[in-house]
Antibody, heavy 120, light 108 residues
Framework: EVLLVESGGVVVPPGGSLRLSCAAS????????MHWVRQTPGKALEWLCL????????RYADSLKGRFTVSRDNTEVSLSLQMTSLTTEDTALYFC?????????????WGQGTLVTVSS | SYDLTQPPSVSVSPGQTARITCSGA??????SYWYQKKPGQAPVLVMI???RRASGIPERFSGSRSGTTVTLTISGVQAEDEADYFC???????????FGGGTKLTVL
């Protein structure tokens, strides 16, 4: 069974930085592209980024304006998201998700999410 | 950018058919997917490449595409189907992924 567990979500002041982690198990982590997605308080899903199995391909949503950096460690079976210059608009539930595979860029398994609140 | 447009809400009575649409110029060139999101739960992949049900999804869920509009159809809606549904696709050059704004399905 695929299991994805996000961590690192906290209350952070505007302008701050935060690193989220995602621990993966139940599948061959180094075979799959991974994604980060967030759900804002208004309930919309917003795709943030993806990283290919070998980190050779990384894509970001234009809206992030270079503030977020995704990385992965296949030996540690983990995914990370480094977030900087946080604003209140970054307040959201952050999910990591596994790609279905075959370059579909669809997300077939999701974690439960970790909550990031940007507030003074 | 290739936006995906969904109706904010759809309401049906139990046993009826619910149809949730997703429109976008890029949908004629890229595959699309549907997700179900219930409060407090992780999103669940429902439909793959418009018409293929994901693993474990009941047969009452089906999908179709006509031009630049894709439709998720739930036949014989049950109370447990009440959720937010999101369509998803990517741009033709595979540089980003996008979600529709989501549709809240209410089972009356």
């Amino acid at each position: 069974e695929v299991l994805l567990v996000e961590s690192g979500g906290v209350v952070v002041p505007p302008g701050g930085s935060l690193r989220l982690s995602c621990a993966a198990s139940g599948f061959n982590f180094d075979d799959y592209t991974m994604h980060w997605v967030r759900q804002t308080p208004g309930k919309a899903l917003e795709w943030l980024c993806l990283i290919s199995w070998d980190s050779s391909e990384i894509r970001y949503a234009d809206s992030l304006k270079g503030r977020f950096t995704v990385s992965r460690d296949n030996t540690e079976v983990s995914l990370s998201l480094q977030m900087t210059s946080l604003t209140t608009e970054d307040t959201a539930l952050y999910f990591c998700a596994k790609d279905l595979g075959d370059n579909t860029w669809s997300l077939d398994s999701w974690g439960q999410g970790t909550l990031v609140t940007v507030s003074s | 950018s290739y936006d995906l447009t969904q109706p904010p809400s759809v309401s049906v009575s139990p046993g009826q058919t619910a149809r949730i649409t997703c429109s976008g110029a890029g949908l004629s060139r890229q595959f699309s997917y549907w997700y179900q999101k219930k409060p407090g739960q992780a999103p669940v992949l429902v439909m793959i490449k418009e018409t293929r049900r994901a693993s474990g999804i009941p047969e009452r869920f089906s999908g179709s595409r006509s031009g630049t509009t894709v439709t998720l159809t739930i036949s014989g809606v049950q109370a447990e189907d009440e959720a937010d549904y999101f369509c998803q696709s990517s741009d033709p050059r595979l540089t980003y992924v996008m979600f529709g704004g989501g549709t809240k399905l209410t089972v009356l």
